[in-house]
Antibody, heavy 121, light 110 residues
Framework: EVHLLESGGGLVQPGGSLRLSCAAS????????MTWVRQAPGKGLEWVSV????????YYSDSVKGRLTISRDNSENTVYLQMSSLRPEDTAVYYC??????????????WGQGTLVTVAS | QSVLTQPPSASETPGQRVTISCSGS????????VNWYQQVPGTAPKLLIY???QRPSGVPDRFSGSKSGTSASLAISGLQSEDEADYYC???????????FGVGTKLTVL
């Protein structure tokens, strides 16, 4: 069974930094791209970043480019989101998501439970 | 604002059928597959439809998806109270080089 467990969320001041982690299990981790999707309180879903299985391809949304950095450690089955220069508008629940392959390519197959990041003074 | 356009709300009575639309452009829905997600309040989203019209195992066949040109739709037949949730469409966007979501449609089962 696929399991994704996010951690690292919390309260941080504007301009501060935070690192989110997502521990994965139940599938061949390095075969799948992993992505982060966030949801501001009471708002819709917003895609943040994606990293390929090997880590060789990475993309970011324009709203986070230059401030958030995605990475992965395939030996630890973990994906990270390093967040810096945080703004109040980055306040959201951050979901770690496994991206499908083959017929389900581009589909967000499995979601973690999310971790809340609050940017406030 | 969201790149994909969805109605913010929809409602119908139990047992009836409801359709939720999702409109995009040539760079997203027009050239890539559409996926739908269901989010029950207080929980993480769940994949409901992938590749325009495919259901993951465990999703009832009451849920169906379709796509034509730069638009897609999700249909739910035989509505049940447990279907009350937010529904999001999403697609890869070639111009933005990333995924785009619809604003989400809040479905109320009256």
């Amino acid at each position: 069974e696929v399991h994704l467990l996010e951690s690292g969320g919390g309260l941080v001041q504007p301009g501060g930094s935070l690192r989110l982690s997502c521990a994965a299990s139940g599938f061949t981790f390095d075969f799948y791209a992993m992505t982060w999707v966030r949801q501001a309180p009471g708002k819709g879903l917003e895609w943040v970043s994606v990293i390929s299985g090997s880590g060789g391809s990475i993309y970011y949304s324009d709203s986070v480019k230059g401030r958030l950095t995605i990475s992965r450690d395939n030996s630890e089955n973990t994906v990270y989101l390093q967040m810096s220069s945080l703004r109040p508008e980055d306040t959201a629940v951050y979901y770690c998501v496994k991206v499908g392959v083959g017929a389900a390519a581009h589909a967000f197959e499995h979601w973690g439970q999310g971790t809340l990041v609050t940017v406030a003074s | 604002q969201s790149v994909l356009t969805q109605p913010p709300s929809a409602s119908e009575t139990p047992g009836q059928r409801v359709t939720i639309s999702c409109s995009g452009s040539s760079s997203n829905i027009g050239s890539n597959t559409v996926n739908w997600y269901q989010q029950v309040p207080g929980t993480a989203p769940k994949l409901l439809i992938y590749r325009n019209n495919q259901r993951p195992s465990g999703v009832p066949d009451r849920f169906s998806g379709s796509k034509s040109g730069t638009s897609a739709s999700l249909a739910i037949s035989g509505l049940q109270s447990e279907d009350e949730a937010d529904y999001y469409c999403a697609a890869w966007d070639d111009s933005l080089t990333g995924w785009v979501f619809g604003v989400g449609t809040k479905l109320t089962v009256l």
